[in-house]
């Protein structure tokens, strides 16, 4: 039970990314009149992972059926198409193929095809001859078609998202400090020295959400582990047609070099 004071919002995001963005329009759609803020330290939304990512809407293929994981992204990915076009956001479902170049990567391969046909995704068996149907200068042992993986300019998204959230969003504001007290709600400073009340806090703070959590006072319970990785444009690019990607390697299954 929150006591009333003065709240300057009923819900107080942190983060502009596309998880804070959708979440303020997730808010505000569920509860007409919620009063949403959203806080975000840099200039403009989608400075961090969602305007630096590699824009493909992934289908849910990899995830174990059944799994929250699952549903969510291929659902995600039927609304992220139904969203760009509502709003005029540059995409297209190009489709994906997924190629086995060795022997030991045909019964992953096969695996994924249940696994995407369990998950309810569009999954078509290639062999050698059938690859070059999709990408003529692509060679491989085996390869899967995957229908519904398509590409979004996600910082236009996140942009529409901050637009039709109809939320407060407030950039340049940075939260240094989180007092938060049962019954009151939370109130956040930023680094400029204003203060923000709200009922309730939603932490999106993408890949700093570790030092926000302890800012609150709570013990994340987890370490993010950075990845360096490397994006290259191709001198030739009329050489691939759509998405073609490895078969993932278990050992290190959210790597790999992709041409996207
Ligand atoms: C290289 C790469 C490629 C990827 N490719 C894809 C892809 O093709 N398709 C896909 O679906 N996903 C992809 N992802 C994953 C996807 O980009 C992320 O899951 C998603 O963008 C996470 O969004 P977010 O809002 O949680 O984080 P972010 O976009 O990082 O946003 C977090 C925000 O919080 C703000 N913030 C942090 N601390 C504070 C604070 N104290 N006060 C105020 N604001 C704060 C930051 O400034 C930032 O704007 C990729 C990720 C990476 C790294």
């Given at each position: ?41 840099e200039p403009g939304p989608a400075r961090h992972q969602t ?178 990785g490397e994006y290259f444009d191709l001198a030739r690019p ?23």
């Open positions: 039970m929150v006591r009333d004071v003065a709240y300057d919002c009923d819900v107080l995001v942190i983060g502009g990314g596309i998880v804070g963005l959708s979440t303020a329009y997730a808010i505000t759609r569920a509860a007409p009149g919620t009063r949403v803020t959203v806080l975000e330290k305007g630096r990512n590699s824009g493909v809407i992934h289908s849910g293929i990899y995830y174990r059926p059944g799994s929250l994981k699952a549903r969510y992204a291929v659902r995600g990915a039927a609304e992220m198409v139904k969203f760009c076009a509502e709003y005029g956001i540059a995409h297209e479902v190009t489709g994906k193929l997924i190629v086995a170049t060795e022997r030991d990567e045909l019964p992953r391969l096969h695996a994924l095809v249940q696994r995407g046909r369990e998950n309810g995704i569009p999954v078509r068996e290639l062999g050698p001859a059938q690859i070059s149907e999709y990408e003529p200068e692509v060679r491989g042992l085996a390869a899967i078609h995957v229908g519904t993986t398509g590409i979004c300019d996600y910082g236009a998204v996140a942009e529409r998202l901050a637009d039709a959230s109809g939320a407060e969003v407030r950039y340049g504001a940075e939260v240094v400090r989180i007092d938060r007290r049962a019954a009151l709600g939370v109130a956040v400073r930023t680094a400029d020295g204003a203060v923000v009340r709200g009922k309730a806090l939603v932490n999106c703070a993408g890949l700093q959400c570790d030092r926000v959590a302890m800012l609150a006072g709570d013990d994340p319970e987890m370490r993010i582990v950075p990845f360096r009329e050489l691939v047609r759509g998405l073609v990607y490895p078969v993932p390697d278990p050992a290190f299954p959210f790597l790999g070099v992709h041409l996207t």
